[in-house]
């Protein structure tokens, strides 16, 4: 366990902390985006409102402002998909906000349902029924299919036809569970059922998944002499109505009760939050704190013979497992969502921290104690953080990294060591397994990458190529995309690594425009020889009869083939520019990488041939649609006269392809040094290799743990921009920034535009084109920047 970096708020914020020993709630979503309560003073001493922000992880030090509450914030959780948030108070109101256009800063309202005089304590949304783990006697096994198995795991609430509903459940102070299901855009229904007749008072409550659907909810009234409750509830939709069902499950009295001194319990954490076989207790004299830990045990009971039957029974109870004592009280606990490898028990950490400002970090497997890291290490820590305890804690979806927020708010984040090998660094092989988790799920992968070391950068990055090339082909073409976005993410991370990352961006684009421009494609008649497009295909990619110029290609196909209407050419021009954008770039820097070895992003495509072949096939299309409409073709400035762009892009890469793997001929690369001569090349900006913020090679060269203040960036986090442009010649600088989506440029001083959080490339917010191709393109990337990143208005 390591510290990462903290975030402090200014002392003139707080000048007397003192007084404030108000717990605050955290919640870390699947896109490692946290959400945070905060206290809004009007004095010292006076509250006039309580507020949650939400932050990326990879920029923690811009919050953003979600809703400001009047009264106290007691639960805070985040959807499974990264894009809601349910936010609970001590009066039993439930709000649900929803991100607007996918923005990270832009929050609305689209449920607020009450539950009048409830003082609710926790809450949990709907398990979608997705669950995928790796399959213990496969993990070996190079596919995905057979290595990572999809569980048998019951939704929360299915509608009819079986399609999982959304919503959440919360239960309060008096037992009451408060459950919101979300019907529609702007409808909810709501439903409540107390756990048991009586209704009692309680202090503590923690929810879990079960593998059927169900939820098991842990209670305590926080008095070590009372029992721990167990219930499972069951939900049901009928018809416009929401059933709750309560039963009570066996429970269990703390064996703490022996001693006389220890009265409160503090904390209740189930030891997984989709297995409810392990919960973990921790209760406190007020100085000193016992942490036990108990788990569900099939056991044999004996029946008296006149009872009936002699033969021994077997049910399912709670067993202490372990007990650990510490001379310090407990402040705050977190315990893991989901564990990667399905065993029994599955292996799980529990993280707590303790009055004393320690934080440590316990195995499951008899309560060992891994590691324990001092929260005030550092001089500018002691400085903000002398009076202010540990508030609340959580770990990522993958489990690799811990977050923590103290009562000023201020956060901090540690990088945990494998669950494979407790106190060793992550490994290359269990780095590579947790990142093909997070491709196949589609959880965030940042949490990974802060907790790999520089060595293993290219080790993990070989070793994903090596699986994933094994793959079906099928399976290729489903990840291709989020498989690129991760690769190029790991290259980020080294300094020289902008090169390799540009690669990943200019490859995913090309098969993104081409899926597009063949999409537009609509062959006249069914013929038994397939589509257009399978056609052009097999005549590129046949290398026995290479196609040397564009005017052959096209006396080979039947263009009519290819028509498109021309009212929607137009609105494809952008990709048309690109896409001979990233070709000419290719063939003017080819001589530069043969004799001078130097290399620039997306120049690594010259040495891919099946890049070489698309490229090859959207030029043969392009020049067939400039027959119909010149609009859609790409504009130059010309140098000589008569020259045809495409045409000399379509040999110059046929040429390549016919010495590939061998020496290029000196033919081809006399062509290629006069391009920028005959044709003002202009540039390409991949901004996606240059990354911005926390994850990047700044991480490995500045001291830990990294000292940052909300609302100040910090200059040492900031990458060096690499342009195309400083290596191919003739190539046309700018200063204006570039649509990373639409591949147009914005201007030099843009507003009101998208931001990525990792890669800070820009994006407009909407366009204006209608047509449903080019709406389809934008809702490719609506939900995330091609890097993977959110987005934020700016």
Not at 162 to 170: F, R, S
Not at 561 to 577: K, M, N, R
Not at 714 to 726: G, L, T
Request: aromatic share 8%.
């Amino acid at each position: 366990m390591e510290q990462v970096y903290s975030v402090f708020r200014k002392a003139s914020v707080f000048p007397n902390a003192e007084w404030r020993e108000r717990v605050l709630k955290c919640s870390v979503s699947s896109r490692n985006t946290l959400a945070f309560t905060a206290d809004s003073l009007d004095g010292p001493g006076r509250l006039s409102s309580f507020r949650v922000y939400v932050v990326d992880l990879n920029t923690p030090w811009q919050p953003s402002f979600v809703v400001s509450h009047t009264e106290e914030i007691t639960c805070i959780e985040w959807d499974p998909s990264g894009t809601r948030l349910m936010i609970a108070d001590a009066t039993g109101t439930i709000l649900m906000f929803q991100m607007r256009n996918f923005l990270l800063n832009d929050w609305t309202l689209i449920s607020r349902t009450e539950f009048p005089g409830e003082h609710i304590i926790a809450g949990a949304w709907f398990h979608s029924g997705k669950k995928v783990a790796v399959h213990p006697d496969k993990k070996e096994s190079p596919l995905y299919l057979e290595k990572y198995a999809h569980l048998k795991f019951g939704p929360s609430m299915r509608r009819m036809g079986g399609k999982p509903c959304e919503g959440c459940l919360t239960v309060s102070a008096s037992g009451l569970v408060c459950v919101v299901v979300i019907c529609g855009e702007e409808s909810v229904v709501s439903a409540s059922q107390p756990l048991t007749k009586f209704r009692h008072r309680l202090q503590l409550v923690d929810l879990c998944y079960g593998k059927n659907g169900d939820f098991l909810v842990v209670t305590s009234d926080g008095l070590v002499q009372s029992a721990v409750h167990f219930f499972r509830i069951n939900l049901k939709m009928n018809q416009d109505k929401c059933e709750v069902s309560c039963q009570p499950f066996s429970s269990l009295y703390l064996d703490s009760q022996k001693e006389e001194a220890y009265q409160r319990v503090t904390h209740l954490r189930f030891i997984l939050k989709e297995a409810a076989d392990g919960v973990v207790v921790s209760v406190t004299n007020g100085q000193q704190g016992i942490v036990e830990l108990w788990e569900l045990r099939e056991k044999t009971v004996s029946v008296h013979p006149k009872l009936g039957e002699a033969d021994n029974k077997l049910t399912v109870g709670w067993q202490l497992h372990a007990i650990s004592t510490h001379s310090s009280a407990v402040t705050a606990m977190a315990t893991p969502r989901l564990c990667l490898f399905e065993l029994s028990p599955p292996p799980s950490y529990i993280l707590i921290a303790f009055k004393d400002h320690t934080v440590k970090c316990f195995a499951r497997d008899k309560l060992a104690c891994i590691q324990s890291i001092p929260t005030l290490s550092s001089p500018h820590a002691v400085k903000n953080q002398q009076h202010a305890q540990m508030g609340d804690m959580c770990l990522s979806h993958t489990g690799c990294v811990l977050i923590t927020v103290d009562s000023l708010s201020q956060i901090s984040l540690y990088r945990l060591s494998p669950i494979t090998e407790p106190g060793a660094p992550m490994s290359a092989a269990y780095a590579a397994t947790v990142l093909e988790y997070c491709l196949i799920t589609g959880v965030d992968w940042w949490d990974v990458l802060i907790s790999l070391r520089p060595g293993l950068i290219e080790k993990v990055s070989e070793k994903l190529c090596e699986v994933f090339e094994k793959q079906p082909e099928g399976v290729q073409q489903f990840f291709h995309s989020r498989f690129l976005a991760l690769k190029g993410s790991l290259y980020r991370l080294l300094i020289t690594g902008f090169v390799k990352a540009g690669d990943c961006h200019a490859q995913m684009m090309l098969a993104a425009v081409s899926c597009v421009i063949k999409g537009l494609l609509r062959p006249r008649e069914t013929k038994p020889e397939g589509a257009p497009t399978d056609t052009l295909s097999s005549l590129i990619n046949d290398r026995a009869q290479v196609t040397n110029t564009i005017e052959r290609a096209l006396t080979t196909l039947d263009t009519k083939e290819f028509f498109v209407e021309p009212a929607i050419l137009p609105s494809v021009q952008h990709h048309v520019q690109w896409v001979t954008d990233l070709a000419l770039h290719l063939m003017a820097s080819f001589p530069l990488q043969v004799y001078q070895h130097q290399r620039f992003p997306g120049g690594g495509l010259i040495s891919d041939a099946k890049s070489i072949n698309a490229i090859r096939e959207l030029l043969v299309i392009f020049r067939i649609w400039g027959l119909i409409s010149e609009s859609c073709l790409p504009v130059y400035t010309k140098m000589a006269e008569n020259c045809d762009v495409l045409g000399t892009l379509f040999r110059l890469l046929t040429k390549t392809l016919m010495n590939h793997g061998s020496e290029p001929d000196s033919s081809l690369l006399e062509d290629c040094s006069v391009l920028p001569s005959q044709i003002l090349i202009p540039s390409l900006d991949l901004g996606s290799t240059s990354p911005e913020g926390i994850c990047g090679p700044a991480l490995f060269v500045q001291p830990l743990p990294l000292a940052l203040e909300f609302h100040a960036f910090p200059d040492y986090v900031r990458s060096h921009n690499h342009k195309s442009a400083d290596t191919v010649e003739g190539c046309v600088r700018t200063s204006s920034h570039t649509d990373i989506v639409r591949h147009i440029s914005l201007g030099k001083h843009v507003e009101k535009v998208r931001k990525c959080t990792r890669c800070f490339s820009l994006s407009m917010l909407r366009s204006s084109v209608k047509l449903s191709a080019m709406r389809a393109w934008e809702q490719r990337w609506l939900r995330s920047c091609p890097c993977g990143g959110q987005w934020v208005l700016c």
